[in-house]
């Protein structure tokens, strides 16, 4: 497995001081993916997809559960050893964190930085080391004219995918994206897209996407987790999600029984039964 979350909750810093009961973002998640697995994340704003993708991220710590992720509860290691554990994945942001003054070039090359040292970095600040690994990276976004623009000239669309071809020239096994599309037109919607599942299906890496555009993670997809109040709603396979199911996912009509895994022979949506939890320690 790449990753397994084993009956999962996660409370955000600020929910957790204001001591709200019932406050957590997700609660009770359980969720496996192998190698190469393409998976999209569905469900109503506030359903807690960007915690899943945070919390795959390392970026934050559950408040119950188990993660495991390249065979490590990252929450056992030294700060350093979950350092190294997270060159392993890339999380793109729906709103990737340029800083606007930056050259696009550096903006991209950021993506190698896990793979830098301090030198190296500070070295492509002043002259970009990999400058054709950008260009090349661009190009598949249709942004190489870019190459040398300053962030804060191009537009969100641009913004968006210049974070992608972030991703693109990470090193990562598991890509984690949220909202990829969020604001691109349908047609440059479609080409991201593929770009992504090209790219995750030539490295055998793992992607997990969130996505609003629904239709498209039906068609596009071959596994749709739907999450909604910070639970898995469905787990399966696309052609096993109906049109019922999403209407219950959005609408709130109770159609779609909470926690329902599939568990085929490609392993994939596995339930795991070890519901050890443990006091956070982070
Ligand atoms: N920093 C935070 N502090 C406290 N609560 C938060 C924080 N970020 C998110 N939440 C809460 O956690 C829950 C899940 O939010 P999350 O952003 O994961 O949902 P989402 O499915 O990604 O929504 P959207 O589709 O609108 O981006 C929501 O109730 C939200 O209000």
């Not at 897209?193 to 039906?218: D, F």
């Not at 596009?220 to 909604?228: D, M, N, S, T």
């Amino acid at each position: 497995m790449i990753f397994s979350l084993d009956h999962l909750s996660v409370r955000h810093p600020g929910a957790a001081a204001s001591g709200a009961n019932g406050a957590s973002a997700l609660r009770d998640v359980t969720l496996a993916a192998r190698p190469g697995e393409q998976i999209a994340l569905i469900g109503p704003s506030g359903a807690g997809k960007t915690t899943l993708l945070h919390t795959l991220a390392v970026a934050l710590c559950p408040s119950q559960g188990n993660v495991t992720l390249f065979d490590n509860d990252p929450w056992e290691l030294s700060s350093s050893a979950r350092h190294a554990l997270r060159s392993r994945l890339f999380l793109a942001p729906q709103t990737p964190p340029l800083p606007p003054r930056q050259r696009v070039v550096n903006a991209v090359l950021a993506g190698l930085l896990p793979q830098w040292s301090i030198w190296q970095a500070l070295r492509s600040l002043i002259k970009p080391i990999a400058p054709v690994a950008a260009f090349e990276a661009l190009a598949r976004f249709n942004l190489q004219d870019k190459l040398y623009a300053r962030v804060d000239r191009l537009s969100g669309g641009e913004r968006q995918r210049c974070g992608m071809a972030r991703l693109l020239i990470s090193k990562a096994q598991l890509l984690l994206v949220d909202e990829p599309l969020s604001a691109l037109d349908p047609t440059l919607s479609l080409q991201t897209l593929a770009v992504l599942q090209q790219e995750a299906g030539a490295r055998q890496a793992t992607l997990v996407c969130s996505l609003h555009q629904v239709e498209l993670a039906r068609t596009h997809f071959p596994r749709i987790v739907g999450l909604r109040d910070g639970a898995i709603m469905f787990d399966l396979p696309r052609e096993q999600v109906t049109d019922g199911m999403i209407d219950a996912l959005y609408r709130g009509v109770n159609e779609v029984e909470s926690g329902t895994h599939f568990d085929d022979e490609s392993g994939v949506g596995l339930s795991l039964t070890d519901s050890a939890t443990y006091t956070p320690r982070c």
